[in-house]
């Protein structure tokens, strides 16, 4: 599941982080992923999801120079189902290394979270999660950014398998999304869903928009079989729990 959960200090009125926060829990609990990827994730928020899913291991960090400040994407994933091998965020910038950098035309510092994992149900199965958050104004420093992942992707050791989740502010055929795909990546949703259709919008308005762009992906690499694609557009009496809708994908190991 890859979601964005709006940040929790926007002045969002009736739909503030306050008065929705349990209906993220509940959108989270309906699915029960075992990889979620999250983003605009702000202390408050973290706090609160870390409390509500003890079951899960929660990593990430801020996009900005201190750790514990800002906005995130992090990731969870299911305690009983895997082990953390190796945990590491890098920088959607020239100098990847360096907390808080931003390059090209990013309005903001962004970053991707990575994290290696040992499926403890399937013997000798392991994955990488890749998780990021795009800028919603730079052009260039998306198209970068899809670079830089893309070039992650490729410098793992061959056969290795990855599922990547975000919101990468891009549509379908976009340079960004031209980038990723291809070379053993695979977009989860058009694999399942063919025909490709207006109604495919992953942002909600808070009034359940179906007319849009498809800016929310999960990626895998080719060697998962996929069993489904959805995009989540549940809702509590036309109450949403975010500004976008979750995205999902069921996956078994080929």
């Given at each position: 599941?890859s979601?964005?959960?709006?940040l929790?200090?926007?002045k969002?009125?009736?739909?503030?982080?306050?008065?929705?926060?349990?209906?993220?829990v509940?959108?989270?609990?309906?699915?029960?992923?075992?990889?979620?990827?999250?983003?605009?994730?702000?202390?408050?928020?973290?706090e609160?999801?870390?409390?509500?899913?003890?079951?899960?291991?929660?990593?990430?960090?801020?996009?900005?120079?201190d750790?514990?400040?800002g906005?995130?994407?992090?990731?969870?994933?299911?305690?009983?189902?895997?082990?953390?091998?190796?945990?590491?965020?890098?920088?959607?910038?020239?100098?990847?290394?360096?907390?808080?950098?931003?390059?090209?035309?990013?309005?903001?510092?962004?970053?991707?979270?990575?994290?290696?994992?040992?499926?403890?149900?399937?013997?000798?199965?392991?994955?990488?999660?890749?998780?990021?958050?795009?800028?919603?104004?730079?052009?260039?420093?998306?198209?970068?950014?899809?670079?830089?992942?893309?070039?992650?992707?490729?410098?793992?050791?061959?056969?290795?398998?990855?599922?990547?989740?975000?919101?990468?502010?891009?549509?379908?055929?976009?340079?960004?999304?031209?980038?990723?795909?291809?070379?053993?990546?695979?977009?989860?949703?058009?694999?399942?869903?063919?025909?490709?259709?207006?109604?495919?919008?992953?942002?909600?308005?808070?009034?359940?928009?179906?007319?849009g762009?498809?800016?929310?992906?999960?990626?895998?690499?080719?060697?998962?079989?996929?069993?489904?694609?959805?995009?989540?557009?549940?809702?509590?009496?036309?109450?949403?729990?975010?500004?976008?809708?979750?995205?999902?994908?069921t996956?078994n190991?080929?």
């Open positions: 599941m979601f964005n959960i709006r929790g200090v926007a969002d009125g009736e739909n503030r982080w306050d008065l929705r926060k349990e209906l993220v509940k959108t989270i609990r309906e699915y029960n992923p075992d990889l979620l990827g999250l983003q605009e994730v702000f202390p408050m928020q973290e609160y999801l870390r409390e509500s899913f003890p079951e899960y291991v929660y990593y990430g960090r801020s996009r900005l120079v750790p514990n400040d906005e995130a994407c992090s990731i969870m994933f299911r305690k009983e189902r895997f082990n953390p091998i190796e945990q590491s965020t890098f920088w959607l910038s020239e100098t990847p290394d360096e907390p808080g950098s931003k390059s090209w035309d990013s309005s903001l510092p962004r970053i991707a979270n990575m994290i290696s994992l040992k499926d403890k149900q399937v013997r000798g199965k392991k994955l990488v999660l890749i998780n990021t958050h795009f800028d919603h104004r730079g052009k260039v420093a998306r198209e970068e950014a899809a670079k830089i992942i893309k070039n992650r992707v490729s410098a793992l050791e061959k056969g290795a398998r990855v599922v990547i989740t975000g919101d990468f502010n891009s549509g379908e055929g976009s340079r960004p999304y031209q980038s990723l795909m291809g070379e053993n990546i695979i977009d989860t949703f058009r694999m399942v869903h063919p025909n490709r259709t207006e109604e495919e919008s992953t942002l909600t308005a808070w009034k359940g928009r179906l007319i762009n498809r800016i929310d992906w999960v990626l895998c690499s080719a060697n998962f079989q996929i069993l489904s694609a959805t995009i989540n557009r549940s809702h509590d009496k036309g109450r949403y729990p975010s500004d976008h809708y979750p995205v999902t994908a996956l190991y080929q």
